[in-house]
């Protein structure tokens, strides 16, 4: 069977299609730039064939169109037909507290995400939602997946979801922490438990996904438990652009004192903090070649991300009583040694230690703890798109042998 998976974002699109007799990638590309004169179309298939170009794509339909073209296209496709394509599994931003596990997408879930979840995430839903529809317009005959980047977290309880504010906000708005990656940290507690050969639900970990957006998941008996972003993926570590936890009262005082409306102070949040708020840089390459240079600022910069990294993860340790493996992933999680190394050496009271040998390493997923460690650490590239395309099998298997 082969899935297609697409990934909507609020200006690109990313795609895989695989074969999932063996989970190979047949395809993959990304299309990046829509809505501008000079979209940039990236597409490469299983025999390497690849083409670059630039084209003017004003809307996501317009990208799933092209994406779809590109796939049964003579000379750089690898299907003859759509109808090849046994379902399509979609990344969506944000389940709510409605969609706690992946779904076969009907007219009621899609007016669901469009009317209640749209305002959620109102940056990526429209894509994500955008993209949905497009398929089922091109491939009416076939099921479209829906995989949430929240229902890895429907899991958490209570006490650590709910936010200390009257309780009637979360009983009239459902304002709670939900949480994002979920189908990274989903990935990476799967890789983890089959490194380390024993059965996901007898282990916990946290799993750290530090990329351009960055959180932590604890994860105990194979479930989520707690987890760094919140209501928006704003909320927890310090990233690229987005300034992670704040006094909420700071806020009311910056915008009292700087005469600046809501609206900017949540572009000021997303865009201009984190990383860039403090050293003028969002991208820790840039970071860390400040910091090579002895530059103050992205010294600092640096010194506050791990820091807050560190917290969390002793946080986690404290809220599961206990942690068997830690593990890295995404951009910086993946690239950056000397990042891993300095937030294990300060974790050496809970019995971490890595070896500075293995943390060097470069491959998809190696383990960089020293024999006496008491914790497992690894490296583990993520890897969400399998995630998405193994939950659309099972979901479209379903319907296949209920209609058989
Ligand atoms: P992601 O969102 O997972 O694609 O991660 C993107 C981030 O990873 C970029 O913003 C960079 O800060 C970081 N990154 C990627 N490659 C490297 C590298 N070789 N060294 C340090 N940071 C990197």
Redesign the pocket.
């Given at each position: 069977m082969k899935i297609l998976v697409l990934n909507c974002g609020s200006s690109s699109l990313k795609y895989k299609l695989y074969d999932m007799e063996d989970e190979s990638v047949l395809a993959d590309g990304k299309i990046e730039r829509i809505g501008h004169e000079n979209a940039q179309i990236t597409h490469q298939s299983l025999d390497h064939s690849q083409i670059d170009k630039t084209t003017p794509i004003f809307e996501h339909t317009v990208a799933v169109v092209e994406c779809l073209n590109l796939l049964v296209d003579p000379e750089y496709g690898v299907i003859s037909d759509l109808n090849e394509i046994t379902g399509v599994g979609h990344r969506v931003l944000h389940g709510g507290e409605y969609f706690k596990k992946s779904v076969l997408v009907t007219d009621s879930d899609l007016a669901y995400m469009d009317n209640k979840l749209k305002e959620l995430g109102p940056l990526h839903m429209p894509a994500n939602i955008m993209g949905i529809k497009a398929c089922q317009d091109i491939m009416p005959q076939t099921p479209q997946v829906a995989v949430f980047d929240t229902a890895f977290h429907s899991t958490m309880p209570k006490r650590a979801y709910l936010y200390a504010i009257p309780y009637v906000l979360y009983e009239r708005h459902r304002v709670r922490k939900y949480g994002f990656h979920g189908t990274s940290h989903k990935y990476i507690a799967g890789r983890v438990a089959d490194l380390i050969g024993e059965d996901v639900t007898k282990l916990k970990i946290i799993s750290c996904?530090?990329?351009?957006?960055?959180s932590l998941a604890a994860i105990e008996g194979g479930i989520s438990v707690d987890t760094s972003m919140g209501f928006t993926p704003l909320e927890g570590l310090m990233m690229?652009t987005r300034s992670g936890d704040i006094d909420p009262a700071a806020l009311y005082y910056i915008m009292k004192k700087e005469n600046i409306p809501m609206a900017n102070i949540n572009t000021m949040l997303n865009k201009h903090s984190g990383?860039y708020g403090i050293a003028g840089v969002?991208?820790?390459?840039?970071?860390?070649k400040g910091v090579n240079e002895k530059k103050p600022m992205h010294t600092l910069a640096y010194e506050m991300y791990e820091y807050r990294i560190r917290k969390f993860i002793g946080s986690y340790i404290a809220a599961m009583n206990g942690v068997d493996a830690i593990a890295f992933?995404?951009?910086?999680?993946?690239?950056?040694p000397r990042?891993r190394e300095i937030i294990c050496d300060n974790l050496s009271f809970f019995g971490i230690s890595i070896d500075k040998q293995l943390n060097q390493q470069r491959k998809k997923e190696f383990e960089i703890s020293a024999p006496d460690s008491r914790v497992k650490v690894y490296v583990i590239s993520?890897d969400e798109e399998v995630i998405i395309a193994r939950d659309t099998l099972q979901l479209v298997a379903n319907v296949h042998s209920q209609s058989n």
């Open positions: 996904h530090l990329g351009n957006g960055a690229g990383l969002g991208d820790m390459r840039d970071v860390q992933t995404a951009g910086i999680g993946e690239n950056t990042l993520t």
